[in-house]
């Protein structure tokens, strides 16, 4: 079994920073995916990365999975009080078991106005 | 389109008693992912149904089960309940075919037991 680490457990920061979480591994990933949570929700996908090296964007979110396929990177621009949730990494769980996800612990992202 | 449903909402049940949640998948999802979540961290894994088969359980006792219908729905059942398994339990839903197996979750069924 694969696991995934993330760092921090809890940012608190004010509207208008930029902050960086992250997501790693001892195990090298076919993919990773991050998912983010909001209070009273189900984990909704963000994006997925596949290709060490790989990054991609989506509005103020930037995301990054590192050369080895190990680690991956979430960077937030100017956040935002909505940008507040649990940011979750997934991966398949093992090599011979893709359909099935691993997620690590998450970051418990607080955005305050 | 209609995403991943789950109900009841909210559960409130007592040591000792049963608890049954349902799930539906997103229409042309075969694959049903039932996880716990506790204190709003990390998700734990519970069960894989695919076609109507548990493919694997993650590390819970026996007394947590549950079934996929036909029609791809599913239901987790917990048995003797006791009090940490208090919890949000999500259900997600996949396709075959999906090469990174995203997966797409209901809002869950929180489930508090005195």
């Known amino acids: 079994t694969q696991l995934l680490e993330q760092s921090p457990q809890f940012l608190s920061i004010q509207e208008g920073e930029n902050l960086t979480v992250y997501c790693n591994s001892s195990s090298v990933f076919s993919s990773l995916q991050w998912y983010r949570q909001e209070p009273g929700e189900g984990p909704v996908l963000l994006v997925t990365v596949v290709t060490g090296g790989e990054v991609k964007k989506l509005k103020r979110l930037t995301f990054q999975f590192g050369d080895a396929r190990k680690d991956s990177s979430l960077h937030i621009t100017a956040a935002q009080p909505g940008d507040t949730g649990l940011y979750l990494c997934a991966g398949p769980l093992s090599l011979s078991s893709a359909r099935q996800l691993t997620f690590g612990s998450g970051t418990q992202l607080t955005v305050l106005p | 389109e209609a995403g991943v449903t789950q109900s009841p909402t909210h559960l409130i049940k007592t040591r000792g008693q049963q608890a049954t949640l349902r799930c539906s998948p997103i229409?042309?999802?075969?694959?049903v992912y039932w996880y716990q979540q506790a204190l709003g961290l990390g998700l734990q894994f519970l069960l894989w149904?695919?076609?109507?088969?548990?493919?694997n359980r993650g590390n819970f006792p026996p007394r947590f089960s549950g079934r996929q219908f036909p029609n791809y729905s599913s239901e987790l059942n917990v048995n003797a309940l006791e009090l940490e398994d208090s919890a949000l339990y999500l259900c997600?839903?996949?396709?075959?075919?999906?090469?990174?197996?995203?997966?797409?979750f209901g809002p869950g069924t929180r489930l508090t037991v005195l």
């Open positions: 149904y695919d076609e109507g088969e548990e493919r």
């Open positions: 229409s042309g999802h075969t694959s």
């Open positions: 997600a839903s996949s396709w075959d075919g999906n090469s990174y197996n995203e997966q797409f």
